[in-house]
C-alpha cells in the first residue's frame, strides 16, 4: 500500500516490515524522478496501454495472483485508487476458518487461501495425492486430470467470492486476470470466468500480462503520466 502523492510506501507486508518508508524522498537523493507506484495499479496500467485496443476497455477490472493477490480498478479511464489509496486491497480480506496465518499477522486472509502457497494447500487438502506437486505441474496436468481440475476450481472459490462481489459492485466490461505461473495464465482465467458465470456475473475474463511483466511496463506508464500529469493520459 502506497501514498503516491506523497511517495510513501505505507504497508508491504509480503516484503517485511515496511511501514511510512519515505521511498520517493530517499531515492530521490541518488536518482533523480522517482515515480512510486502500487504493483497492482501499475500492471493494470500496462494492460491498458499494451494490451489491444479493443480488448482492453476503460471500465475493468485487473486481478493478479502470486505470492499474494493484487487487484487495481479502472473506471471511465482513470485508475481508482480510494480515500486512503487502499482501493482493490482484497488480499488480505477475510477467506475461510482455518487459521492459515498470514505474513500480515491475521489468519485466514485470502491471499492465504488464493495466493500460490494457498492454492497448493487446498489442492492438497482436497486431494492428498497431489501433497507435493508444484504449481507448473498444477498447471501443467489440469486440463487432462478431472480430480485435479476440480480441487483447483474449489481452490480458487475465495477469489472468485471476491472477485464476484467487486464485479458485482462496480459492473466492469472486462476482468483481466494475471497469473505469475505461466501454466496457469489461461486456466485460471478461464475458472473463475465459468464461477463468474455460474454466479450469474456474464463478464468477459482475459489473460492479461505477466504480473512481473505487467508491474514493469506499468512502472513506465507511471513515468509517463507523472510527467504529462495526466490522469487517464494512453498514447
Ligand atoms: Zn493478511
Known sequence: MIDVERGICLSAVNLGEWENVPLVDELSKRFPGIVLENDAAAGLLANHWFQDFDRVPADFLYVALGQG???????????????????????HLPAGSEGRLCSCGKTDCLQTWCGERGLLKSIADAAPRYTSISLAEVGERVTGDAILHSALKSALQPLAEKVATMVALTDPAALIVACREPSLAEIVPAMLSATLEEFGLPVAV???LSPEEASLKGGAVAVFRKAFKAENLRL
Open 69 to 91: 493477490i493484487g487487484c487495481a480498478q479502472m473506471s471511465g479511464g482513470r485508475l481508482v485508487r480510494g480515500q486512503h489509496f487502499c482501493a482493490g486491497e482484497i488480499g
Open 206 to 208: 482475459i489473460s492479461g
